[in-house]
């Protein structure tokens, strides 16, 4: 009993630290060109993931 009522303070203290944690800090807004960085890294991969589908020789193309 006195072990199971230590993990559950011990979990309290835990769960309080965490929530101390998170408001130590503000959150960084994104700037324009962070944006657009985003954007063209996703482009980059759904062009890099076409690519590699379209290149592989179990996918079957159709000329058109």
């Known amino acids: 009993m006195g ?3 230590l993990m559950v303070s011990l979990k309290s203290k835990m769960r309080s630290l965490k929530i101390a944690k998170k408001s130590e800090y503000d959150k960084v807004e994104k700037s324009e060109s962070m944006r657009m960085e ?27």
């Open 3 to 5: 072990l199971g009522r």
């Open 38 to 64: 985003i954007r063209s890294r996703k482009a980059r991969k759904l062009i890099e993931q076409t690519l590699k589908v379209a290149d592989s020789p179990k996918s079957k193309t159709f000329a058109f």
